[in-house]
């Protein structure tokens, strides 16, 4: 079956760090774009940061930019989101899935197949 499975959220205090991770299993993670996104409660899901399939692009959203990093490592079939000097506002459950593209400034997320996983929780207390 394909499937990305995020891991590495938990509770941490405003200014903390969290490292995720997006595996894959069942498909080579190094063929593909992939973002990640991310949904705080009562809120709609938005995209955050996107790497390519080589990772020598990577984008962000205005919000995290200088405060998180995407980055991938193809032989581990893995992508990671290092989250640092978090805030309130980060909260949410965080995913990852394919794209078809980055997306550029003002334009939507491409999603590229499959569906959305269970995620992973990130709690930012103040």
């Known amino acids: 079956q394909l499937q990305l499975v995020e891991s590495g959220g938990g509770l941490v205090q405003s200014g903390g760090s969290l490292r995720l991770s997006c595996a894959a299993s069942g498909f080579t993670l190094s063929n593909y774009v992939i973002g990640w996104f991310r949904q705080a409660p009562g809120k709609e899901r938005e995209g955050v940061s996107c790497i390519s399939s080589s990772g020598s692009s990577t984008n962000y959203t205005d919000s995290v930019k200088g405060r998180f990093t995407i980055s991938r490592d193809n032989a581990k079939n893995t992508v990671y989101l290092q989250m640092n000097s978090l805030k309130p506002e980060d909260t949410g459950v965080y995913y990852c899935?394919?794209?078809?593209?980055?997306?550029?400034?003002?334009?939507?997320?491409?999603?590229?197949?499959?569906?959305w996983g269970r995620g992973t929780q990130v709690t930012v207390s103040s």
């Open positions: 899935r394919t794209l078809s593209a980055c997306p550029r400034r003002g334009s939507g997320w491409p999603i590229l197949f499959g569906s």
